[in-house]
Nanobody, 125 residues
Framework: QLVESGGGSVQAGGSLRLSCAAS????????MGWFRQAPGKEREGVAE????????SYADSVKGRFTLSQDNAKNTLYLEMNSLKSEDTAMYYCAGDLCGFTGATVSRTIVGKSHWGQGTQVTVS
């Protein structure tokens, strides 16, 4: 189970902190990541934590502005988003075990086969 929260409407330059509460099983996946999908566009990987290597990666478009963190006691993944831009407007999702998609699009086939939460909307104006 995945439950995203924390989205909202902010002005450009503002900040938001997203949360993703996961089941223990999902949280222990090889990786946990944040993805986003803007209207008319494919879903893309934003940030990922690889549990196998203990390494975090970010899409170039968010590097230096977004920070991924975790609370292992709560099985929760966070995404701190600063200096938000209009192009960050999208529905944000988290997922487990979709590794290596940072900065890449996720095909509709893979989206359909994977487990997602309901997402949380981020709107930057």
């Amino acid at each position: 189970q995945l439950v995203e929260s924390g989205g909202g409407s902010v002005q450009a330059g503002g900040s938001l902190r997203l949360s993703c509460a996961a089941s223990a099983y999902t949280y222990s996946s090889n990786c946990m990541g944040w993805f986003r999908q803007a209207p008319g566009k494919e879903r893309e990987g934003v940030a990922e934590f690889d549990n196998r290597e203990g390494r975090t990666s970010y899409a170039d478009s968010v590097k230096g502005r977004f920070t991924l963190s975790q609370d292992n006691a709560k099985n929760t993944l966070y995404l701190e988003m600063n200096s938000l831009k209009s192009e960050d407007t999208a529905m944000y999702y988290c997922a487990g075990d979709l590794c290596g998609f940072t900065g890449a699009t996720v095909s509709r086939t893979i989206v359909g086969k994977s487990h997602w939460g309901q997402g949380t909307q981020v709107t930057v104006s």
